[in-house]
């Protein structure tokens, strides 16, 4: 399925020179300031407080930000990940597109027990299932089908859920 996102078209110089138009300038700061403390700290538990605090995102209990993860920055309470789900050192979770003549948001809903690995960036308006793991430095440009192994740039399907099953059988 293509990414779900809501398009707003922009006159004159490109969307990213009209961003204070689209999202206040405090709360740019204020996440800013929560996205940076939360890259560095390793208290994983004071991490999902921080984002579910300050940044309005919804998180899973269990789950598990490594450090680095940088996340979007004006639009974060359209993130949700759900529970018991790592997210590798260094992944990008955006959920704008600033463009030059428009800008797109979407949400991003990450599922339960997701594995994504190291360096993924992920764009704005997927859905990735329960269950999925995302190889090293992905990126996430569609759904990711629940409990499927993906990998590339471009993102594609490795195995299957039930190729993955199969596989865990020996």
Known sequence: MSRRTTRYPVEGANSLWHVY??????????????IQIARYTPFLGMKNW??????????????SFAL??????????????????VIGYNTTILAHEYLVKEYRLGDVEIGSEVMIGANTTILPGVVIGDGAIISAGT???KDVPEGAFVGGNPMRVIYTKEEMQERMRF
């Open 21 to 34: 138009k689209t999202v206040p300038f405090l709360k740019v700061v204020k996440n800013f300031a929560v």
């Open 68 to 85: 680095m993860v940088m996340l979007d920055v004006m639009f974060p309470e359209k993130i949700s990940v759900g529970r018991n789900t």
């Open 50 to 63: 921080l984002y579910r605090t300050f940044l309005r995102m919804k998180v899973g209990e269990q789950t």
């Open 139 to 141: 990126l996430v440009h």
